[in-house]
């Protein structure tokens, strides 16, 4: 198997990751809300949306990580692939 397929499948299932990831995350933020008025009977939704808030600044890094790692994966590729071309013309 050839450097550029291993990369390609590589990528494919770091972006799908990063894909399902970006889903999870829109899923949450639907669920989150800009601004509460709450009474001392509410507590439970304060405990619900700081668990939300938690979640979401869990998966941020990871996001951010999983984007770059997929970036730099895919200006690779191109870069051996451009070079394979290169190499292939007289």
Avoid: C
């Avoid at 291993?6 to 990831?21: D, E, H």
Wanted: net charge neutral; no cysteine; aromatic share 6%.
């Amino acid at each position: 198997m050839s450097p550029l397929v291993m990369l390609l499948t590589g990528w494919g299932v770091l972006t799908a990751v990063l894909v399902v990831l970006l889903i999870y995350r829109s899923t949450l933020s639907m669920h989150e809300d800009d601004q509460m008025f709450l009474n001392a009977s509410d507590a439970h939704m304060e405990k619900e949306q700081n668990e939300l808030r938690a979640r979401m600044n869990r998966i941020g890094p990871l996001i951010k990580t999983l984007s770059g790692i997929s970036l730099a994966t895919l200006v690779i590729m191109v870069g051996i692939f451009l070079y394979q071309g290169l190499q292939r013309t007289p």
